[in-house]
């Protein structure tokens, strides 16, 4: 089934809500880097709530999550736009810590319980916007709700989940965000919030192959929802050896001599996909020319 996110109105347009089907996006990452299952439910929450909220800003306009803990993870940094694309890296790929006492992936040991929480949104205005929080929690959703109601103001519900193959391989990946608008009577936030406490994790749910809308309707108790947009998600980098060779370029000339003297080339790699890139001495050279003020 191809990724996708739907965002609905519910109780009479009081709840606005969220909830994406994020496997194949989760398991694209996962294949890039090469991560261990603790590091992959780390990364993997980290890009379901990167595409939760990357949904509430329009097309164009991208953002940038930051979690910097105290844990093995060291960091985990994530890009997302309103056009359903996501990307991002975590620091140490390679963490498979023993599971916690619940029985499940101990993303807080990996990701730490002091720290940073940051976004970053870029909205094509003069100053980006950018907010942070503490580490409230390591296990990262919980991150994601006291970010939004302590920097936005937005009293939320955030649930992330990757559910991992023994193989590390991802089984399936999901998420769902509900924020209670202004003026949303008791009686609706209180039945949410008991169906929230009664609802498994999203993870297991798409393992039994509801759809996004069905999640949604049980989370929310109601049939009535009110579906504004199906976006299709997926795991896409935009970076490009022409991209990479403007950072070469920006290392002046000197620096791109020593390269050519030394390496004989070089190579970059891309941290938020892994993608490689390749330069030749001739390629080199080029670059040289142009940081010297070349054509
Ligand atoms: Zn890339």
Redesign the pocket.
């Known amino acids: 089934m191809e990724d996708y996110l739907v965002k609905a109105l519910a109780h009479n347009g009081f709840v606005r809500a969220y909830a994406v089907q994020a496997t194949n996006t989760v398991a694209e990452a996962q294949r890039r880097h090469d991560t261990w299952h603790t590091s992959s439910a780390a990364l993997g929450r980290t890009l379901v709530g990167g595409l939760l909220l990357g949904a509430t800003v329009k097309g164009d306009d991208k953002l940038t999550i930051r979690i910097q803990g105290d844990g093995p993870a060291k960091g985990i940094v994530v890009d997302a736009n309103g056009k359903g694309e996501v ?1 991002g890296y975590i620091q140490n790929p390679h963490l498979s810590l023993p599971l916690n006492e619940a029985g499940k992936i101990d993303v807080r040991g990996a990701v730490g319980t002091q720290g940073m929480f940051s976004v970053t949104k870029d909205l094509g205005l003069k100053e980006p916007f950018s907010g942070q929080t503490p580490i409230v929690s390591g296990e990262i959703a919980e991150d994601f709700t006291y970010y939004l109601a302590i920097s936005e103001q937005i009293p939320s519900a955030v649930g992330l989940s990757v559910l991992v193959n023994t193989d590390d391989s991802i089984k399936t990946a999901g998420g769902f965000m509900i924020q209670i608008m202004p003026g949303a009577d008791e009686e609706t936030i209180a039945q949410i919030e008991e169906q929230l406490k009664k609802t498994p994790r999203i993870s297991t749910l798409l393992d039994e192959g509801l759809t996004p809308e069905e999640i949604l309707k049980g989370l929310l108790g109601t049939e009535e929802l009110n579906i504004l947009e199906k976006l299709t998600v997926q795991f896409k ?1 935009d ?1 490009s050896k022409e991209k990479f060779g403007e950072a070469i370029i920006a290392l002046g000339a000197d620096e791109i001599q020593a390269m050519i003297d030394e390496d004989h080339g070089a190579e970059a790699v ?1 941290s ?2 892994n ?1 490689k890139y390749e330069y030749s001495e001739d390629e080199l050279t080029a670059l040289k020319e142009e940081a010297l003020g070349g054509n």
Do not use: E, P, S, T
Request: glycine content about 0%; aromatic content about 14%; proline content about 0%.
């Open positions: 990307k980098c970076c891309c938020f996909c993608n």
